[in-house]
């Protein structure tokens, strides 16, 4: 009888812990389906970061490439501004030539 007593205890206890095994088996599915949730969610915050950052970026090198034209302007008005002035000084001083010229030819 004791015999019979072992096994039905055996029994139990495997029953129960096969229970128990069950029971843990699906805390762990749903703390993986969880996981997975959140990971998914991470995935698309990470995604959206990205995405701004790239943004970000082509507006800044569209700045930079504004503000290089600007420079580039701003040489180019300057050189002409020079290039101005010193025709302006050659004309000035082919006028003063003439009216040397002019007045050495009246004496």
């Not at 949730?37 to 995935?43: M, V």
């Not at 970026?57 to 504004?66: D, E, G, P, R, W």
């Not at 300057?78 to 009216?99: I, M, N, V, Y």
């Amino acid at each position: 009888m004791t015999i019979l007593y072992v096994i039905a205890a055996m029994a139990l206890t495997g029953g129960v812990t096969a229970i128990g095994n069950l029971f843990k088996r699906k805390k762990l599915e749903r703390k993986i389906a969880n996981l997975g949730e959140e990971l998914t969610a991470s995935q698309a915050e990470a995604s959206a970061y990205r995405k701004a950052y790239e943004e970000e970026k082509k507006s800044h090198a569209q700045t930079i490439a504004n503000y290089q034209r600007h420079v580039a302007a701003l040489e180019k008005f300057e050189q002409d501004k020079q290039e101005a002035k010193d025709e302006a000084a050659a004309a000035t001083a082919s006028d003063a030539d003439r009216l040397d010229f002019l007045h050495d030819y009246q004496l």
